[in-house]
T-cell receptor
Framework: GENVEQHPSTLSVQEGDSAVIKCTYSDSASNYFPWYKQELGKRPQLIIDIRSNVGEKKDQRIAVTLNKTAKHFSLHITETQPEDSAVYFCAASSSGSSNTGKLIFGQGTTLQVKP | DVKVTQSSRYLVKRTGEKVFLECVQDMDHENMFWYRQDPGLGLRLIYFSYDVKMKEKGDIPEGYSVSREKKERFSLILESASTNQTSMYLC?????????????FGDGTRLSIL
């Protein structure tokens, strides 16, 4: 079935360094890829998303890249800050239910930014 | 701003009880979803609904049912609660019928089954 694999499961960086989280997906018809950030005890919140008609999207310190041929996409956070510490989830749209907005989520990456 | 409200943040129930988790959204979204979140497993889809009275099974529907009598409300029902249903439950909504729209989440209900 449709599957999204996310790596690494945990990531620890020094403040100011960059962090990269990678996801691969199995459904070649997927065309929407959001990223969510979940701080401890809070709801997941959308931080950036990309659609399959573009290869890269940036929003300040956050960027996402998409390689449709290889079926993988990545989240890049530059100049990390302690408040970036959270669990990050990638997701890919499912073509099986094309008008329902169903997403397949990755397993999550716990990012720790050390001051 | 979209608001998805779950009726309880914390809930403790006993094995065999029938448990209701309620979710309400205020943005007239067509799509609503129920997930459970467990460490290392990410968000797994239990059930979703794309219209009133319509429902579809997600990846882990066993032991659960849902109800959507009104557009803004989506209920998750544990027919006979078991200890392996102890988890964090998240509700989400998204606009439709256009797909590929962001999902908006509630704060979650941490359910413990004793």
């Amino acid at each position: 079935g449709e599957n999204v694999e996310q790596h690494p499961s945990t990531l620890s960086v020094q403040e100011g360094d960059s962090a990269v989280i990678k996801c691969t997906y199995s459904d070649s018809a997927s065309n929407y890829f959001p990223w969510y950030k979940q701080e401890l005890g809070k709801r997941p919140q959308l931080i950036i998303d990309i659609r399959s008609n573009v290869g890269e999207k940036k929003d300040q310190r956050i960027a996402v890249t998409l390689n449709k041929t290889a079926k993988h996409f990545s989240l890049h956070i530059t100049e990390t800050q302690p408040e970036d510490s959270a669990v990050y989830f990638c997701a890919a749209s499912s073509s099986g239910s094309s008008n329902t907005g169903k997403l397949i989520f990755g397993q999550g990456t716990t990012l720790q930014v050390k001051p | 701003d979209v608001k998805v409200t779950q009726s309880s943040r914390y809930l403790v129930k006993r094995t065999g009880e029938k448990v209701f988790l309620e979710c309400v959204q205020d943005m007239d979204h067509e799509n609503m979803f129920w997930y459970r979140q467990d460490p290392g497993l990410g968000l797994r889809l239990i059930y979703f609904s794309y219209d009133v009275k319509m429902k579809e099974k997600g990846d882990i529907p066993e032991g659960y049912s849902v109800s959507r009598e009104k557009k803004e409300r989506f209920s998750l029902i544990l027919e006979s609660a078991s200890t392996n249903q102890t988890s964090m439950y998240l509700c989400a909504s998204s606009p439709g019928p256009l797909f590929n729209q962001p999902q908006h989440f509630g704060d979650g209900t941490r359910l413990s089954i004793l």
